[in-house]
């Protein structure tokens, strides 16, 4: 099983910015994805990219603030965060989907989940 480990958490005031990474223990060409839990709320999809990066997805709350992208010769994914607003609140996870970046946006069925990182933001 690969393992994700994401990083770039922390706090900012409102309209500021935060790159978030997720590192894989190994190769892997599953989607790769972003969700995010606030306190009292359920796990919720932010964030989808494709196995090669050609592909994208996004939660309509995050549409043209926040930007996926992957480079598989790092393992890695990143979320670029601009523009954040204090309901951008929550722990981010990184999550793989097998099944595609498409699926996990509306139907995820996640292989594996990081141990998620911190955002805060402030008003």
């Known amino acids: 099983q690969v393992h994700l480990v994401e990083s770039g958490g922390g706090s900012v005031q409102a309209g500021g910015s935060l790159r978030l990474s997720c590192a894989a223990s190994g190769r892997t060409l599953n989607a790769m994805g972003w969700f995010r839990q606030a306190p009292g709320k359920e796990r919720e999809f932010v964030a989808a990219?494709?196995?090669?990066?050609?592909?994208?997805y996004y939660a309509d709350s995050v549409k043209g603030r926040f930007t996926i992208s992957r480079d598989n010769a790092k393992n890695t994914a990143y979320l670029q965060m601009n523009s954040l607003k204090p309901e951008d609140t929550a722990v981010y996870y990184c999550a793989l989907d097998p099944r595609g970046a498409q699926l996990m946006s509306v139907s995820p069925s996640i292989d594996s989940w990081g141990q998620g990182t911190q955002v805060t933001v402030s008003s």
């Open positions: 990219i494709t196995r090669y990066g050609g592909g994208t």
